[in-house]
């Protein structure tokens, strides 16, 4: 049976190289697949094909250091959107950690639905937190929240150690946090408004899910498409939080961090190429 890397390199060649590679070129190809993203060198494949640069390139000996020059330009676009998606998640995280404990005047807010749900009962039943009315939906999601964290037999037991809001949003996934922001959208709207301009919730969910997207795009090694868009709604929305991404990026930028250092010199073996 043909393994995943013979059948990525068969997508490749019938789909985006102009000419066919000799067994030492598909040989390198091969090795190349099992050490680095596919979908980024398919992304920079596709690149170097339809750009300039393809129409250029002898048949095949060039190829390959081309294709690994587009390649870590998206690693360095990749790194250069860590200060946003970590921005972006810091700020919301915190944002409604703090809110729904305002809201509901007890740190451990989910707690209650916690509790029903150990007992094997259902979060709907929960129609108030320490005196706060809560929707329903609100309820059951944050069970399936609850659930997604600990596991349906509560087997990881991370929520019962939870003393806080912030450790209780730290374990949640992005989409939960929006998740939270929607069914709490009468607590967190007034947020969402810049001088006489209200956020609708149609077009929070957009934007935030845009960022989402792109987030786990870049943390799954994917190429990220249109990342002019993804910026603009991350500044968009942090903006409404009175955060400015791009006072934050610059200081990051400014920074001068430790520099890496690497013990092992560089070698032949290590799948290197020359552009």
């Known amino acids: 049976m043909a393994d995943s890397s013979y059948e990525f390199l068969i997508h490749f060649f019938e ?32 690149e170097v094909k339809n750009g ?22 998206k690693v360095a676009e990749h790194a250069q959107l860590f200060p946003v998606f970590h921005s972006f998640e810091t700020a919301f995280r915190s944002t409604v950690a703090v809110a729904l404990e305002e809201y509901y005047q007890i740190p451990q807010w989910w707690d ?29 999601s944050i069970g399936e929240i609850i659930f997604a964290i600990d ?36 607590l967190f709207a007034p947020k969402f408004t810049r ?6 919730l149609v077009h929070f969910k957009a934007k935030f899910k845009v960022v989402r997207e792109a987030r786990n795009d870049v943390y799954h090694r994917k190429s990220v498409a249109r990342m002019t868009g993804v910026v603009s709604h991350a500044e968009d929305l942090l903006d409404y939080l009175g955060f400015s991404l791009n006072f934050v990026c610059s200081k990051v930028a400014d920074s001068v961090p430790q520099e890496l250092r690497f013990a092992i010199k560089i070698r032949a073996d290590h799948r290197i190429w020359q552009v």
Request: hydrophobic share 35%; proline share 4%.
């Open 15 to 46: 789909n985006y190289l102009p000419f066919t590679p000799t067994p030492g070129q598909v040989d390198d190809f091969k090795k190349d697949l099992s050490l680095v993203s596919p979908y980024l060198m398919e992304a920079s494949l596709v």
């Open 195 to 200: 001088k006489k301009n209200k956020l609708s």
């Open 52 to 73: 300039a640069l393809g129409k250029t390139l002898s048949q095949g000996k060039d190829w390959r250091p081309a294709i690994f020059q587009v390649y870590n330009r």
């Open 112 to 140: 209650i639905i916690y509790k029903r749900l150990r007992a094997a009962g259902d979060a709907r039943t929960i129609t108030q937190i320490n005196g706060k009315k809560i929707a329903t939906d609100a309820s059951h």
């Open 151 to 186: 596991g349906q037999r509560f087997q990881r037991c991370l929520v019962s150690g939870f003393s806080n809001g912030f450790q209780f949003l730290e374990c949640c996934e992005l989409s939960h946090v929006a998740r939270l922001i929607e069914d709490h959208w009468f």
